[in-house]
């Protein structure tokens, strides 16, 4: 497994991101990168490649999407990572920017809500912001499989897992586009409309064991032990149960979140360490949680 080829100095200036770089860098340190969401080009921009194609014919579609995305976006290419049928994976936007790939915001009633959100007054953070884009070339919809493309994809999504881990320590959690709950500004449940990443690749990617169907989407991605294991969910709850300073929120949505209490974990340890950060705005939100949106 090779580690992604490094081109994001290659799209990180002012032509490739509409307004500056400014308007598009985030301080990861208020921003912390919680998720990887997965996505398929639907098509190819240019010919279809397959698994020996050439790191040439793979960069000029790289090129290609870049425009096109900086043309309907601002911003070109809109995802952090690409991975080809070869295998090959490229880094295509910095860490510090977000990107263009995921409409909507990550649903306060996920069972993650008790980091970022609570320290920076976040309800609802942008996925764009929040979690890294990944996007695989082909169509995994229609007719292929990432098997029949050359049974490579799986090795280059690893290659880039390996790589936020440089970045990244601790738990993130792992989504396909389409399946993503999100919501508006307001937390109005807005629907994704889109099958991205196919229904071949999301098969795939349970066969690998890197995901599987959940209610809200998010499946938790341990990029510091093996890759798909879980936490401890009764342990989990004792802990919660046993921390005044977070019970009241951590009930709440659990009452949102039975059966997917696992996903807390992160959140839970996240807000742990930051504790003491806790702010008079923060802790708003949190007064603000504890009565349920009646649904
Ligand atoms: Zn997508």
Not at 31 to 60: C, F, K, M, Q
Not at 87 to 109: C, D, E, L, N, Q
């Amino acid at each position: 497994m090779t580690a992604p080829i490094d081109l994001t100095e290659l799209y990180y200036n002012e032509a490739h991101m509409r307004g500056g770089i400014v308007p598009w860098l985030l301080n990861r340190a208020n921003v912390p990168v919680e998720g990887i969401i997965i996505h398929h080009t639907a098509g190819w921009y240019g010919p279809r490649l397959y698994a020996n194609s050439s790191r040439d014919a793979e960069v000029r579609q790289l090129d290609a999407m870049a425009a096109d995305h900086f043309e309907r976006f601002g911003i070109g290419p809109g995802y952090h990572y690409a991975v080809f049928p070869s295998g090959r994976s490229y880094a295509i936007g910095k860490y510090g920017t977000h990107r263009a790939h995921t409409k909507g915001r990550r649903p306060t009633r996920d069972p993650l809500p008790l980091g970022s959100d609570a320290r920076f007054g976040l309800l609802n953070p942008r996925y764009n912001n929040i979690a890294l884009g990944l996007v695989v070339f082909g169509d995994y919809e229609r007719e292929q499989s990432p098997v029949t493309a050359g049974g490579n994809v799986q090795a280059g999504i690893r290659s880039v897992l390996k790589d936020v881990a440089r970045y990244v320590s601790g738990n993130l959690w792992l989504g396909v586009h389409g399946m993503m709950r999100t919501v508006t500004k307001d937390g109005t449940p807005m629907a994704q409309t889109t099958l991205c990443p196919g229904k071949h690749l999301r098969k795939e990617l349970e066969v690998w064991g890197l995901w599987r169907p959940t209610t809200n989407g998010h499946v938790p991605l341990s990029l510091t032990t093996p890759l798909g294991e879980e936490h401890d969910d009764a342990e989990w709850l004792r802990k919660v149960m046993n921390d005044p300073r977070l019970n009241l929120l951590a009930l709440t949505n659990a009452a949102f979140n039975r059966g997917t209490a696992a996903g807390f974990a992160k959140g839970y340890n996240l807000a742990l360490d930051n504790a003491h950060r806790l702010s008079s705005r923060a802790a708003e939100d949190i007064r603000r949680l504890e009565v349920p949106k009646a649904r």
